[in-house]
């Protein structure tokens, strides 16, 4: 059992540059149950896009097929798959049954304590071919060893 106030989680195929203290001190500045770390990506084709209002509140997921509104057509965040939990949304998940974090328990905050952090950093979906060649080339050039 892990015993903390806030647990950071990370999608294993995922590659996320990310400042977590400053999202931490974001989730707590917003006395948030659960922080998704987005990046803006032009590839919305490829992921859902994540819509919040002006503090930082996700309002909505919307599938990458669903067609965008006039308004939403400049959003273009996307889930890194990098989260900032509470103890109290970590206590909620379900112990008896598998249960997926985009589609069953994030959608449920929505209104309720759900927030999104954006990042600058590199995001790199490496679970999918041409991504993960990709992090091969350009990750040693990011950090010379």
Do not use: C
Not at 1 to 17: C, E, K, Q, T, Y
Not at 72 to 95: C, H, K, M, W
Request: overall charge neutral.
């Amino acid at each position: 059992m892990i015993d903390a106030p806030v647990l950071f989680v990370f999608n294993g195929d995922s590659l996320v540059g990310l400042d977590v203290q400053a999202m931490l001190d974001f989730h707590h500045s917003r006395r948030a149950l659960a922080t998704v770390a987005l990046v803006a990506s032009n590839r919305t084709s490829r992921y859902r896009r994540v819509l919040m209002d002006g503090k930082g509140a996700i309002t909505s997921f919307r599938d990458q097929h669903t067609n965008s509104s006039a308004n939403e057509r400049g959003n273009r965040l996307v889930n890194t798959g990098a989260y900032l939990l509470s103890r109290q949304f970590v206590d909620s998940i379900p112990d008896e049954r598998p249960v997926s974090m985009e589609d069953e328990m994030l959608p449920k905050l929505i209104g309720s304590g759900l927030y999104g952090f954006v990042t600058n950093g590199l995001f790199l979906d490496i679970g999918v071919p041409d991504d993960l060649a990709r992090a091969q080339h350009e990750l040693p050039m990011r950090w010379k060893v």
